[in-house]
């Protein structure tokens, strides 16, 4: 048996396959449905035809039209049940009537008086999202389609809405998915904006007072800005500072290691590739240049980078214009450079390590960030930030004794801020009370990558007990001017817990040590013969375990 297919039926199958390529074909909505409308009005040779849509919970309006002006488009407003619009918006079925002319229900807002009277009949059908009636599709014919078949109109719009349903709703949901991006980058753009804004850098002491001051005269301009100092110091927070207290704020911020990388692939990150550039160059891919234009980049360890991709970040430097790996096409960048480095550039300057020219080129504005040990007043106030962040994040109440605090400012800190951070991030994590004492911090448990690589200035970071007899075992004298911070602090710190008398400092080292005497020793920095005539002298009884 041959299916047979009407003429009528195969316009149909004909319009709603042109109509599904219409609404799979563009983003723009509202450019879709002025299509699909375009392509009813080819097909059906209808005119005037539109698409209302719910712009609230009690109006519908018109959001695409043929046949239309723009005023006439601007005046389809309707309330749910006003019109046939609106009975078809608040009833969810469709309405067909055969002569406009008769129906005194039929408002003719839209129309100028001589469009209304050429019109002789209308077809409304909702536009639904399952349940949920969004909007209407309606045409309008002409008296010359008399004899036109309102039931295979009715059919027909009806498939055609639902595609259009499922079209709105789908742009919807990007819509409102892409304003929850928009939101969100906006609010996160405020955060970091917030948090490395330089009046949350921590910094009193006149060194870092400053560093501030240079970055608010540097932050306006354009010039290349060059951030030196050791490893651990805050270039990155610095430079950061300097990017949202610039005019590029609302711009990208783009950072990249140049030390982490193997020169192949720093060009690649730096200029990005074309698709098939390289094994594994599957598609194209842009660079961190491209991804900073309007913004900032900033290059960490410029002093690191070979010779040969020196001459090649120097021409895009001084051009602002590079090809990508693989490309032939230049590309030119607005983009402003922060660069950081903890080597001697000019010794690498006068060894031939690093290119004279690319040297002048960076460092236009140089800042200097001067070590943790030459600011010693601010080491306090960053150990009061970073116990707070963790208290905050782990939901603890961590205080820190004097004592432990005076250990801790004494300390050499070649690591500088980091290895500050990560001291305490690491001593919080391990405490089972809420006192942090001396012998909690990790310089007190041989620990230490300070103690390791120098011991506190002036004396040994370990032993504070006296002992009889020992010419090496006075407490650690407190660097200026870190002795008057501590001072300061211990003075006002009315609440905190008194320090641990000398006993107790030995009962608590051997019951951490499992009253092994040599790990005790080992803890305590000194050796087990002492160790155990200070136990004698206090009269601490060895337990046997």
Avoid at 5 to 33: A, R
Avoid at 58 to 63: D, L, Y
């Amino acid at each position: 048996m041959k299916d047979h297919v009407t003429p009528n039926h195969f316009q149909e199958l004909t319009t709603i396959y042109e109509v599904s390529k219409v609404l799979s074909s563009s983003m723009d909505l509202e450019h879709t449905l002025n299509d699909v409308l375009k392509t009813l009005e080819s097909h059906l040779h209808i005119s005037p035809s539109m698409i209302v849509l719910r712009m609230n919970e009690e109006i519908v309006g018109v959001i695409a039209a043929t046949g239309l002006s723009v005023a006439e488009i601007e005046r389809g407003r309707y309330r749910l049940g006003e019109g046939m619009i609106g009975k078809i918006m608040r009833a969810g079925m469709p309405i067909v009537i055969p002569d406009v002319s008769q129906e005194p229900a039929f408002l003719h807002r839209a129309f100028e008086p001589e469009i209304s009277q050429r019109l002789h009949a209308f077809v409304g059908v909702p536009i639904k999202v399952g349940y949920e009636c969004i909007g209407v599709l309606a045409i309008y014919r002409s008296e010359r389609h008399k004899g036109v078949s309102f039931r295979s109109d009715v059919r027909l719009l009806q498939m055609i809405a639902n595609l259009v349903g499922q079209t709105v709703n789908l742009h919807q949901g990007i819509s409102a998915e892409r304003n929850r991006l928009l939101q969100e980058k906006h609010r996160l753009q405020k955060e970091l904006q917030k948090r490395y804004s330089i009046k949350n850098v921590i910094g009193n002491s006149r060194a870092m007072q400053a560093v501030f001051s240079d970055v608010h005269q540097a932050a306006p301009g354009k010039a290349t800005v060059l951030l030196r100092g050791e490893s651990g110091t805050g270039k990155e927070v610095i430079a950061r500072a300097i990017h949202y207290l610039s005019p590029r704020r609302d711009k990208a911020f783009v950072s990249l290691n140049c030390a982490a990388l193997p020169e192949s692939i720093l060009e690649s990150e730096l200029f990005g590739h074309e698709r098939g550039a390289f094994t594994g160059a599957t598609q194209e891919r842009k660079g961190r240049f491209e991804l900073a234009d309007g913004g900032t980049l900033f290059l960490d360890e410029i002093g690191d980078i070979s010779p040969a991709f020196q001459a090649k970040l120097l021409r895009v430097l001084q051009e602002r214009e590079f090809e990508r790996v693989g490309g032939t096409q230049t590309r030119r960048v607005d983009v402003r450079i922060i660069t950081a480095t903890n080597r001697n550039l000019e010794e690498a300057v006068s060894k031939g390590e690093f290119r004279a020219d690319l040297y002048y080129r960076i460092n236009v504005v140089s800042i200097f960030l001067p070590p943790l040990r030459e600011r010693r007043e601010d080491i306090p106030a960053l150990i009061e930030h970073f116990l707070a962040r963790h208290n905050a994040d782990n939901q603890r109440k961590l205080t820190l004794t004097p004592e432990a605090l005076q250990t801790m400012v004494s300390c050499y800190w070649p690591g500088n801020v980091r290895e500050l951070e990560n001291c305490v991030e690491r001593t919080a994590t391990m405490m089972r009370g809420d006192i942090i004492r001396n012998l909690d911090v990790p310089c007190q448990r041989n620990q230490c990558l300070s103690m390791a690589l120098r011991p506190l200035e002036g004396s040994h970071p370990i032993i504070t007990m006296k002992v009889s007899g020992s010419s090496n075992t006075s407490p650690p004298v407190v660097p200026e001017p870190a002795r008057h911070v501590v001072a300061a602090l211990i003075a006002n710190d009315e609440e905190s817990a008194a320090p641990l008398s000398e006993r107790d400092r030995l009962v608590q080292a051997m019951d951490r040590c499992g009253w092994v005497q040599a790990k005790a020793a080992r803890l305590l920095g000194t050796t087990t013969r002492k160790l155990g005539y200070a136990l004698n002298k206090h009269g601490v009884e060895v337990k046997k375990l």
